[in-house]
Nanobody, 123 residues
């Protein structure tokens, strides 16, 4: 069964850090680009970051650039999102999904969405 499972969310104070994980099962991430997205209740889903499979190129939304870092460990079939200097506006449910090889700016191209992990940034 093809599946992505996110983990690592939680409650953190402003300025704190979290590391999210996106673990794949039933298929290898080697040939896929992996994107991280987020959506708060009542808001549209937003692309946060992506890492390609071909050359590990990375992309970040302007709102997280310089604070978040995406990485992949193909041996563990897992992608990570290191989130530093968190602010309350980062509070969302975070999802990962895959697209073939190269990151796409179109969310409709992504598949195998995980169930999400909730991040809450609050004092």
């Amino acid at each position: 069964q093809v599946q992505l499972v996110e983990s690592g969310g939680g409650l953190v104070q402003p300025g704190g850090s979290l590391r999210l994980s996106c673990a794949a099962s039933g298929f290898s991430l080697d040939y896929y680009a992996i994107g991280w997205f987020r959506r708060a209740p009542g808001k549209e889903r937003e692309g946060v970051s992506c890492i390609s499979s071909s050359d590990n190129s990375t992309y970040y939304a302007d709102s997280v650039n310089g604070r978040f870092t995406i990485s992949r460990d193909n041996a563990k079939n897992t992608v990570y999102l290191q989130m530093n200097s968190l602010i309350p506006e980062d509070s969302d449910v975070y999802y990962c999904a895959v697209v073939s090889r190269i990151c796409s700016e179109h969310m409709t191209n992504y598949n195998s969405w995980g169930q999400g992990t909730r991040v809450t940034v609050s004092s």
